[in-house]
């Protein structure tokens, strides 16, 4: 065992400019994200010299520290770490915001834009594993009937009904995480999704304070909970402001529910819908009309995406997609991009000279292939810059591959080599040999230009 397992987390710690400059943080599939009270205490240069730590970036209100697959490990010990300091214990995990601070910076501050892009993707991304468990249930099913399991059968019947909670009730799961993330009661949240959900899913003719409830689709649909919940957690400081705490056990979370539940039946149901829907039929449309052109161009602008941490946005428009129709044309944009970042990361193995270079690339290869691409994005492509413009190209070719053909997605995952059954679907396996030829193309193409064009490897 190391002398000292904390080795690490102390020296993120320290160069964030240590406890009391933490506002809240969590993990998603390989970052450390941190809101921090003051951006400039920040040490990027040292972070970035740091063993462990692939890279370092500031974006839509979070600075996030890359760490690769091992990141919950990394942050499990660094909350350890921190509820061995001096007041850690006001620190709130997984993204639950501080209050009241006396340091803490004037909103008016942070762009606006940044903190929505931050509540949004902060929302979703502890929501990922229930999409992921989900997708790769129904691709595991999908493999099977195609391997001659019953459809009708009780075992697949069970299984499917597994898989569609997974999706039905994803805005519950959203609504917890956005009500943690800003600092407001989870479990109302939750609890408001749910009536939602089971009593005015769809039901005619229904009436709440005289006020005609819309006939909405709830399920699957994420928007109307991210737009209710920061109501909730006005609702929820005005309830500390102006009722007495004694009566704060009794009252405050029924008029919680009173306020905001009418005005998630009333406007956000059916504004989130139109959003949801709107955004869902555009990128259908474009797609469809011009699949391999806007395809294309996605798929070369994923990896970039990825680099910010702003490719989670899109989980709201493939879930209204698979909700809506039943599949996705927008996750062909990571099943091009990811085969051809492991490509890309191969060839630097193969190309390299310097052994950590060669190390680097086969190993980070291997990940992206099977799990992550982050290791192989910031441990070859960003660094040695050339690999990460062929990776782009190759991603843009094959997306205007799987553009033309209409390749879809019937399940939502992190398209790899395991989860390639998600392309099983419609009549025949048509889709999925096309998929499987969109992912070869593109690590083909990923590995031939990085080492046609090479890179230096003096940086």
């Known amino acids: 065992m190391a002398e000292n397992i ?41 972070l970035k010299s740091t063993d462990g730590v692939l890279g370092v970036i500031n974006k839509g209100g979070q600075t996030q520290i890359i760490i690769g697959p091992a990141v919950e490990q990394v942050y499990h010990r660094f909350a350890g770490l921190l509820k061995n300091q001096k007041g850690a214990g006001e620190l709130a995990l997984d993204g639950a915001s501080l209050e009241n601070s006396e340091n803490a910076s004037n909103p008016s501050k942070t762009k606006v834009v940044d903190q929505v892009l931050a509540y949004i993707s902060g929302s979703i991304q502890p929501t990922l594993p229930v ?35 997974g999706f039905a009730f994803l805005p519950v799961f959203v609504a917890f ?24 899913n769809q039901q005619a003719e229904l009436n709440l304070f005289n006020l005609a409830v819309p006939n909405i689709k709830y399920m699957n649909s994420i928007i ?35 306020v905001c539940l009418p005005a998630m039946l009333v406007v956000f149901g059916p504004v989130g819908s139109l959003i949801g829907g709107g955004l869902a039929n555009a990128c259908i449309w474009l797609l469809e009309t011009t699949g391999p052109i806007a395809l294309a161009v996605l798929s070369a602008l994923h ?32 099943l091009a991009a990811n085969f051809a970042m492991a490509g890309a990361a191969f060839a630097v193995g193969f190309k390299a000279k310097k052994s950590i270079n060669k190390s680097s690339g086969f190993s980070s290869g291997v ?15 960003v660094r ?43 009549e025949g396996m048509s889709n999925f040999v096309l998929a499987c030829a969109g992912a070869l193309l593109a ?17």
């Open 177 to 200: 995480s956005a009500a943690r993330h800003i600092g407001t009661n989870e479990f109302i949240a939750a609890f408001i999704s749910l009536i939602t959900l089971n009593v005015f």
């Open 131 to 165: 999409l992921i468990s989900a997708g790769m249930i129904s691709a595991l099913l999908a493999i099977a009937v195609t391997m001659g399991m019953d459809n009708q059968s009780l075992t697949y019947t069970t299984l499917i009904a597994v898989v569609n909670v």
């Open 303 to 334: 990896p970039i995406t990825v680099m910010f941490g702003m490719h989670y946005l899109f989980t709201p428009i493939m879930t209204n997609e698979v909700a809506m129709t039943g599949y996705s044309f927008v996750l062909d944009r990571a």
């Open 384 to 426: 040695l810059k050339r690999p990460l413009i062929a990776a782009c190209a190759a991603a843009g070719i094959s997306g205007a591959f799987l553009g033309i053909f209409k390749v879809k997605a019937y399940a939502i995952a992190s398209p790899n080599l395991l989860s390639l059954p998600i392309f099983i679907g419609g």
């Open 6 to 46: 904390y080795k690490l987390e102390e020296t993120i710690l320290k160069n964030i400019g240590g406890s009391e400059n933490i506002k809240s943080y969590t993990h998603c599939a390989t970052r450390l994200r941190f809101q921090l009270i003051n951006d400039s205490k920040v040490g990027y240069d040292a």
């Open 443 to 459: 690590f083909v193409l990923g590995f031939g230009l990085t080492y046609v064009m090479g890179f230096s490897e003096e940086a």
């Open 367 to 381: 990940t992206a292939l099977l799990s992550v691409t982050e290791p192989a994005l910031y441990g070859c492509l």
């Open 224 to 258: 109307p909970v991210l737009l209710m919940v920061p109501l909730l957690y006005v609702v929820d400081r005005l309830c500390d402001k102006y009722i007495p705490s004694v009566a704060h056990f009794t009252l405050k979370s029924l008029i919680m529910v009173v």
